[in-house]
């Protein structure tokens, strides 16, 4: 941390884990569970710049990238685990359409479209086995008015957005089977879906196309581009580790007997170490 006249900048390493909550999930961050290691789970890592005047803090840049953990390492624990595919592979590609045109057919609600892929599995031993995770969202057309004219049903502008998340499974081997599980989160004030120059119409959006893998933050939905410099404010005391920082710079002054001349500025407190939220 580096310290001026009523300024601090402070630099953060954060170690991000991967839980099986969307992000745009409602669900309270302590209810999510933390993705097990079995699952292929994935990792972050983000370095983060704040600035605190007057005690609210701003973020001036952040840039994060992440990794899935070792495919070998998680086969010599698990050798029948399937393991992360891309998400331009053919059988997900196949997967997501299917298991989205099995429930629009079969609701009588809000027709809804894809907008992102974010995580696919394929298992070949000894079933085989597609499973996919993707993000949607409901747009102006019930599912009946999409099957007459589906190129008019467009996304609920954002006053009015409701976002929502899917998760599918497909077997084709030894039977063919298909199970999907879509749900809507209701409006949510504030919450946006950004994909720049990123056109959902066809059902695929485009960095699919690309070849992106299922660990890469730069598809994350409040933040499509990982090394973009955001700003936000929130109270100091939103922070956890505010309490520790407390007790550093008490026990610094407790200590501290030493006479030191008019004006001294004693140094800042030691960094506290990691501070874990979840246990792994």
Do not use: W
């Amino acid at each position: 941390m580096m310290q001026g006249l009523n300024n601090d900048i402070i630099f953060l390493e954060l170690d991000l884990l991967e839980t099986t909550c969307p992000i745009l999930s409602p669900t309270p961050l302590a209810n999510c569970t933390v993705r097990s290691f079995t699952e292929h789970a994935v990792e972050g890592d983000c370095d983060v710049k704040l600035q605190r005047v007057d005690g609210m803090l701003s973020v001036l840049a952040s840039k994060c990238h992440s990794h899935a953990d070792s495919s070998e390492d998680v086969l010599q624990l698990c050798p029948d685990c399937p393991l992360l595919a891309s998400l331009n592979n053919t059988e997900v590609l196949t997967t997501v359409t299917a298991a989205l045109n099995d429930h629009n057919s079969k609701t009588a609600d809000a027709y809804l479209r894809l907008l992102e892929i974010g995580r696919a599995k394929i298992q070949y031993h000894p079933a085989h086995v597609v499973s996919v995770e993707f993000a949607v969202a409901a747009t102006n057309c019930s599912a009946e008015v999409a099957k007459v004219n589906v190129e008019a049903c467009q996304l609920l502008p954002e006053d009015q957005s409701n976002f929502g998340f899917c998760r599918a499974t497909m077997v084709t081997r030894p039977s063919q089977d298909l199970t999907v599980d879509c749900q809507l989160y209701g409006h949510q004030p504030g919450v946006t879906y950004s994909q720049p120059g990123q056109d959902t119409s066809a059902g695929l959006v485009p960095s699919v196309v690309q070849g992106f893998t299922n660990h890469n933050l730069r598809l994350s939905h409040n933040n499509p581009v990982a090394s973009e410099s955001s700003s936000s404010e929130f109270p100091t005391s939103m922070l956890s580790a505010k309490p520790v920082a407390k007790r550093a710079v008490a026990d610094v002054a407790q200590h501290d007997k030493v006479p030191r001349p008019v004006g001294f500025v004693p140094p800042p407190p030691p960094c506290p170490g990691k501070i874990h939220h979840f246990k792994i």
